[in-house]
């Protein structure tokens, strides 16, 4: 994200890519906030595509909300990535439309004509669906069709995942070695021990 | 007085030393316009200005070693890092830069910086939103650790870690920030780092904890008044450098002690602490003493993380177990 680049790993990561014209395609989904910071707090750069200058890497500005353009450039990119023609750095140009976490209120901090525009005019799912009207490769029936598959689909998979047992307590011990250390056997005993006595009545926060 | 939870100490405390001090400045992300992701810093921008109070690019690193650098030239920062396990992107700036200032240069600069985070299991929060580090920094020479239980400690002691000459980790308890009011009152009072708390007398066992684990200590300490057993809350609050005076005059009253930290058990602070009562008071000792900890994996996932942290229950366990050794 926007904000990501911010970060020492980001540099250092392009900076690897450009030396040893590593086959990799960097995208940034620049979505304009991180939290309640803007992209013009978080650098004075013009763009984030331009940061793969610095850094000997080709840089591209692409409408994230473009399907197609996206499509395009990233196909064009791992093309040249695999062809052994070296790194390529995407910014992809969107929006968050919603808050960063449950607990974010983005009306504290950004306002509500930006939010407005993006929803109104930007959405690439509306831009999309239109496009392909247009073309005549679209219509109402098969929209509605795909949704409704498309909610009967998340629905057998939310139901599925919430069907998955609890894992045990003791799987907190799994796949920290490739062969447990005697004081992780041990603590793992400790903690079947102590979960077998208390009938796993576990209460949280206390 | 008025009654506050510990997060608004924490706020009340930012208050009182950005109107008293120019020198202090809070910075981090989201701390200005936003008043923090748990709103620690809510208001101080619009009191103080977005020039002492500043939304920072999103780099840990380069949080912390911005700090350095005002800190090491005469201003008092107050660095907020959302979550303890976000210092990892900044562990060298803190153990490399900010710990080692005075010594690299023998005593010509300084670092009077204070990092607050919240730590610790509780909030059902994904990876590295939940870690229990005070250890590494307890190991890192010239940083100092502080980790309040309650509202009215947090508020005097990270007024006393702001005035402190060296580089202060002020850790907050994630589940304590709205768990629970005290009196705090207004304005300026400090709580000395380096001394610790009985935050309950008890003549059995001494029970030495921090943090939110301290609310944890006295829950069982409350179950096991029921059994007769009378435990002593020993509340260490400064974990570095720690106040082994009070740890040893209770283990020399009670004869018995178990520490209690949410952290991984091996190498934990709780393992110097057994030193420290081992090297002090082996005499006074009816029974060795027991470790109640997170054990060696990291924080698992929210389903699981009651099994991970200390509960009363574990600590009640412990206590009984050292009792009838």
Redesign the interface.
């Known amino acids: 994200g926007d904000g990501a680049t911010s970060e020492g790993a980001f540099h250092e990561a392009a900076n690897f890519a450009g030396v040893l014209k590593a086959p990799v395609v960097l995208v940034c989904q620049n979505n304009g906030w991180a939290i309640s910071v803007p992209r013009a707090r978080q650098t004075a750069s013009e763009t984030i595509a331009q940061k793969g200058v610095a850094y000997g890497v080709p840089g591209l500005l692409v409408d994230g909300n473009d399907g197609l353009a996206m499509y395009r450039e990233v196909h064009a990119a791992l093309e040249r990535a695999r062809s052994g023609g070296g790194p390529t750095l995407i910014e992809a140009l969107t929006y968050r439309i919603g808050p960063h976490t449950t607990s974010d209120d983005p009306t504290r901090y950004r306002p509500s004509d930006e939010l407005a525009l993006w929803q109104r005019e930007r959405d690439p799912l509306v831009r999309l669906r239109t496009y392909l009207e247009r073309e005549g490769q679209w219509d109402g029936a098969r929209q509605e069709a795909l949704e409704e598959e498309m909610r009967e689909r998340v629905a057998r998979i939310v139901t599925a995942a919430l069907a998955e047992p609890m894992p045990p307590p003791e799987a907190i011990f799994d796949h920290i070695y490739g062969t447990p250390s005697p004081i992780l056997e041990a603590q793992r005993r400790e903690l079947r021990a102590h979960v077998q006595a208390s009938g796993h009545k576990e209460k949280p926060h206390a | 007085m008025p009654s506050r939870t510990l997060v608004e100490a924490i706020n009340d405390a930012l208050g009182v030393a950005l109107a008293e001090d120019e020198r202090v400045l809070v910075l981090g ?2 701390v ?4 923090g ?1 748990f709103r620690a810093t809510d208001g101080l921008m619009e009191r103080f200005g977005a020039e002492r109070v500043v ?1 920072t ?6 949080i912390i070693g911005t700090s350095v650098g005002l800190a090491e030239y005469g201003m008092r920062p107050v660095a907020e890092i959302q979550f303890l396990g976000f210092t990892y ?1 900044a562990c060298a700036q803190l153990m490399a830069q900010a710990a080692r200032a005075r010594w690299r240069s023998n005593g010509r600069f300084t670092c009077p910086l204070v990092v607050r985070a919240p730590f610790g299991v ?1 909030v059902r929060a994904p990876e590295l939103h939940s870690e229990a580090l005070e250890a590494h920094y307890v190991h890192t020479p010239g940083l100092k650790v502080v980790a309040p239980a309650t509202p009215y400690d947090a508020k005097g002691l990270l007024l006393a870690a702001i005035d402190d000459p060296d580089p202060v980790m002020f850790l907050e308890p994630l ?1 304590g920030y709205r ?1 629970g009011r005290t009196e705090v009152p207004e304005g300026r009072y400090t709580v000395p780092l380096g001394a610790a708390r009985v935050a309950r007398e008890g003549r059995d066992v001494t029970v030495v904890a921090w943090s939110y684990m301290v609310t ?1 200590a006295l ?1 069982a300490a409350e179950a096991l008044s029921g059994e007769g057993i009378e435990a002593e809350v020993i509340d260490l609050r400064t974990l570095s450098p720690f106040d082994a005076d009070a740890i040893i005059a209770s283990v020399q009253k009670t004869g018995r002690a178990v520490v209690v930290h949410e952290a991984a ?2 190498a934990g602070l709780g393992a110097e602490i057994v030193a420290t009562i081992n090297e002090r008071a082996l005499l006074s000792l009816e029974a060795p003493v027991a470790r109640v900890t997170g ?4 924080i ?1 996932p929210a ?2 993380e ?3 942290a200390p ?4 600590v009640a ?1 412990a206590v009984r177990s050292v009792i009838g050794f």
Request: net charge negative; hydrophobic share 30%; aromatic share 8%.
């Open positions: 992300e989201d200005g316009r936003n008043g992701v939304d690019p999103l780099a840990e690193a380069g992107q509780g589940r768990a944890v829950a058990r091996t054990y060696d994996v990291p698992p389903l699981l009651d099994y991970y509960t009363s229950a574990r366990e």
